[in-house]
């Protein structure tokens, strides 16, 4: 029999998507109000990678990456979803945007050793958390860096990503070294 230790240290991450740079800085006040100071923020960039959500959410999106500065318990993933589900949708409900879906709000949390995404998609890979949401073990960090899965999303494969996870992995790293 093993013994119940605690988990690793983990920061929340949120991945904002939308074509309205207005909707990423009010979803990252809304998040940093109920989450605390951001200690890692990616610049705006052009989100390319896939066409999944044009339909919805149209064309020239934008992402914005954020991991928090307080500790997050990884059993709270499942509260983080719905919140930021609920962001979604009082966004949704307020109208006022052209597109059916004017941003996507993706939480997850980040280790030294893992980022975890949170999906209310079931698939092979994905492991139930509870009220609808699932979790998965996105990229590993192994050999001095986080590495890909073959189910991981194409931009959590690029060089953007690596760079900016292995910088929150460094300011994670420095504020569990801090006295």
Do not use: I
């Given at each position: 029999m093993g013994d119940i230790r605690t988990c690793e240290p983990a920061r929340l991450f949120v991945a904002i998507l939308s074509r309205h740079r207005s909707l990423l800085d009010e979803v990252r006040a809304v998040l940093a109000r109920d989450h605390g100071p951001v200690a890692t923020a990616s610049d705006v960039f052009p989100f390319g990678w896939t066409e999944y959500y044009r339909s919805t959410m149209g064309s020239d999106l934008l992402r914005l990456l954020l991991v928090f500065e307080r500790s997050f318990d990884p059993g709270r993933?499942?509260?983080?979803k719905i919140q930021t589900n609920e962001i979604e949708?009082?966004?949704?409900?307020?109208?006022?945007?052209?597109?059916?879906?004017?941003?996507?709000?993706?939480?997850?949390?980040?280790?030294?050793?893992?980022?975890?995404?949170a999906s209310t998609k079931d698939h092979a890979h994905r492991v139930y958390l509870g009220s609808g949401v699932h979790?998965?073990?996105?990229?590993?960090?192994?050999?001095?860096?986080?590495?890909?899965?073959?189910?991981?999303?194409?931009?959590?494969?690029?060089?953007?990503?690596?760079?900016?996870?292995?910088?929150?992995?460094?300011?994670?790293?420095?504020?569990?070294?801090?006295?």
């Open positions: 993933l499942v509260d983080a949708h009082d966004v949704e409900a307020r109208g006022g945007f052209p597109e059916a879906r004017p941003v996507n709000v993706d939480p997850g949390y980040l280790t030294q050793s893992k980022l975890v995404l979790g998965e073990v996105t990229l590993a960090f192994h050999d001095g860096a986080y590495r890909p899965h073959p189910w991981t999303y194409p931009d959590y494969r690029s060089d953007l990503y690596a760079r900016f996870l292995m910088n929150a992995r460094a300011a994670l790293r420095h504020s569990l070294s801090a006295p």
